[in-house]
């Protein structure tokens, strides 16, 4: 499988900004290819039209959030039509933001799955544990549970369109990563859960870490075990910052 580097951009980057950094980033893989990664960003929503359109096939791009329904009095919301409308191919399911900031239960997270997976869109689930679920020793029970119930209702055929980031919510944005054996750890429980749910299949499907990854420390990070891929906030803003990370 291509190992994925995703940028989510998260509340940042008017429109200029976001051509700008995305020109960037796709003159530099145009000179210097990257064939054995994809390559992922997730712009705010105002930005993924202009973003997708300047992505001249080195780039994927997606969504960061979804709405379960086809359209209507959902203010604020956006449906899978206007993604692929605004040239998007992916959508960020449950991040640790949207399941603590704005209160997602596991319920409404798996209506967005279903739906995105129904729309033929590609979908990354987010899943991680609190530092007091960690402490309280849940870490196996918390991925579990958001990944049954994030996945449960697909079948071995949704496989290709389905990648899941571990993000430990206490490293996300606080400058602290999880260390390599923690990784490996929670990578493997992950691939264990996901090996319940769809056997051999399971293997396909990339594990993404993400957590205050940077420059100085992609490289190891993509070494360890389970590893398939990096989920980028802080370090996916700058164009230099990202390009490192996705050669490194
Ligand atoms: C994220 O929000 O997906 C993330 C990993 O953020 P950061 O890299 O800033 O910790």
Known sequence: MKTIIAA???MNKTRAQAEDMTREVVASLKEQPVTDRTVLIFPPATALDCVSKDAGNVLETGIQNIYPAENGAFTGEIAPCMVHDAG??????GHS???HIFNEPDDLITQKVNFTLAHDLKMMLCVGETL??????????VLSRQITSGLSG???AAVPSIAVAYEPVWAIGTGRTAGPAEIVEAHGIIRDVLRILFNKDADEVPILYGGSVKPGNAHEILSLDNVNGLLIGGASLEAQSFLAIVRA
Do not use: I, T, Y
């Open 8 to 10: 989510n951009w998260k």
């Open 88 to 93: 998007g191919s992916w959508v960020l399911v």
């Open 97 to 99: 933001e949207r399941r």
């Open 132 to 141: 007091e679920e960690r402490d309280a020793g849940q870490l196996r029970q």
């Open 154 to 156: 697909q079948g071995n």
